[in-house]
């Protein structure tokens, strides 16, 4: 009987770690290798102790003691650290050997790497996972990209180290190439979006309501028993807003200095949307709110020069009603993340050959990963009903849903914006909805002045072709 694992781990970091006693879990016995060999060690002796997971010191150690066809999971830091990785493993792997690149590498970089180890007749899979640290130990939402025939060899390692919801396993192929790193990206860029709203929402009803840190906890506890907003999200902002300081008992939140930290895919989805002609202008407003919260020295400079409006006390609703107006705003900029992201992978898609089939990704989103909600219920119901649907917001129970909340929405962003507080994401929600639902907007006069300045031609309402005038004379 042969001694050798079943799958090995590259990367013992926060993930690394977790995604191996997963797989030894579930009854794939491992071997792990890092770059920094003491790391190894600490895990041998401590977390992998007792536990069917063997070190490796080096790269041909590794891969001589792995089973053939030999399953790889790359988990390091994306970037030149991948294709170093690539390059220092493949001398010592054989035919049909599988790579699988689980970090959140960029999917162009997939791609490249895809097309590169196929041709040396190596699998590779890019792979995006989502759970952090307890996902990765538990069971992370898997997005699973490159040949079929790659990800045949994975399947039943990945079923069982998946999130399992009521309908299967949070992972599925997603399709060819870098289609799942994109899958992720996009994963992250809605997950931008849905944090910074939360937030916004709190700004509101501190600074506005004036309210403790328990009462808007309690608010996002109502909301979190809300089939729209129930959530891991909404879940663990309670939890942030109710934990205290160990030193002094207050509020930990409010000790915490307000610049977001990004690493890279919230700014991915952003520009692949731009490229490809998608408006994602609510998950934008996010990764602006970012970019804005690291200008601290600037902000506070600025806070002393321009004169401050007034705080207005305007209707957010009340702690009882779960602050229903503002509830409306939080709910239909969710709804908006979720249209923008699935909107620009239906178009990728189209773009790519990716051929993504949206109501699986609604599923395997349903557990595991951050942006977990029973929202995605509805979302898989609708792409189901409508596999071709051009954007979630026209499927009938969205439909309803923006009817319903679009006042509350244009109330919050009007007296957040009489009062001088920044909501970017309601606010850009706000102009996307009312941008899609105008079926004439004035762009019209935008063609006019491209014309005039610089005889671009426009179309007319009354005649087809293509029009000059000499609007100059
Ligand atoms: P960590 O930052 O905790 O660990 C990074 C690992 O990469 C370490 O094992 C490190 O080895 C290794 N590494 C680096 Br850095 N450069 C290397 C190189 N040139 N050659 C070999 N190994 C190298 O990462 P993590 O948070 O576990 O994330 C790993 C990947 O998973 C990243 O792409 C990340 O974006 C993604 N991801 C993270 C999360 C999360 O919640 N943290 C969630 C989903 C995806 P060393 O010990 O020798 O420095």
Redesign the pocket.
């Known amino acids: 009987m042969s001694n050798k694992s079943h799958f090995g781990l590259?990367?013992?970091?926060?993930?690394?770690?977790n995604l191996v006693l997963n797989a030894e879990r579930n009854g794939f016995s491992s071997v792990v290798y890092?770059?920094?060999y003491a790391?190894t060690e600490d895990f041998l002796s401590g977390r992998g102790q007792g536990k069917q997971i063997q070190g490796a010191t080096d790269l041909q150690d590794f891969v001589g003691k792995l089973e053939r066809p030999r399953r790889i999971l790359?988990?390091?830091?994306?970037?030149?650290?991948?294709d170093?990785?690539v390059e220092?493993i493949s001398p010592f792997l054989e035919e049909g050997d599988l790579l699988i690149d689980?970090?959140?590498?960029d999917y162009h970089d997939t791609e490249r790497r895809v097309k590169q180890l196929e041709s040396r007749s190596f699998g590779f899979i890019g792979m995006?996972?989502?759970?952090?640290?307890k996902?990765?130990l538990e069971g992370?939402s898997m997005m699973p990209g490159g040949t079929k025939a790659s990800y045949d060899a994975i399947e039943s390692l990945v079923n069982k180290m998946a999130a399992q919801v009521d309908d299967g396993p949070c992972v599925t192929y997603i399709g060819p190439g870098g289609s799942g790193h994109l899958v992720?990206t996009v994963h992250n860029g809605i997950e931008y979006g849905i944090e910074q709203i939360l937030a916004e929402g709190y700004d509101l009803m501190k600074r506005v309501k004036g309210m403790t840190g328990e009462q808007m906890a309690d608010v996002f506890a109502h909301w979190n028993a809300s089939e729209e907003l129930s959530s891991y999200l909404v879940e663990i902002t309670e939890v942030c807003l109710r934990t205290k300081d160990p030193l002094d008992g207050a509020d930990l939140v409010e000790k915490i200095v307000d610049q977001a930290g990004q690493?890279g895919?919230g700014l991915w989805t952003v520009v692949t949307a731009l490229k490809m002609g998608a408006s994602v202008p609510t998950i934008y407003a996010s990764l602006n709110g970012r970019v804005m919260s690291s200008l601290k020295p600037q902000r506070v400079k600025a806070e002393s020069v321009f004169k401050p409006l007034p705080i207005k006390d305007f209707d957010l609703g009340s702690i009882d009603d779960g602050m229903a107006p503002l509830m409306d705003a939080t709910v239909l900029s969710c709804i908006a993340s979720y249209a923008q992201g699935m909107e620009l992978l239906r178009i990728a898609s189209q773009d790519l050959d990716y051929e993504l089939h949206m109501p699986s990704i609604a599923q395997i989103w349903k557990g595991g990963c951050?942006i977990r909600a029973q929202l995605l219920q509805r979302i898989q119901d609708a792409y189901n009903r409508d596999p071709q649907l051009s954007n979630l917001m026209l499927d009938p129970w969205f439909v309803d849903q923006v009817n319903r909340r679009l006042p509350g929405l244009a109330q919050v962003v009007a007296g957040a914006a009489q009062s001088g507080i920044p909501v970017p994401c309601f606010s850009s929600t706000l102009d996307y909805i009312n941008s899609y639902r105008t079926g004439r907007l004035p762009q019209n006069l935008v063609q006019a002045m491209r014309d005039c300045f610089g005889s671009h031609t426009y179309q007319r309402l009354d005649k087809e072709g293509a029009f000059h005038t000499e609007w100059l004379g």
């Open positions: 590259i990367g013992l970091g926060v993930m690394g770690e890092n770059r920094t790391k790359m988990m390091v830091k994306a970037g030149p650290a991948v170093a990785v220092q689980g970090g959140n590498s995006g996972v989502s759970g952090g640290a996902g990765a992370p992720k690493k895919t951050i």
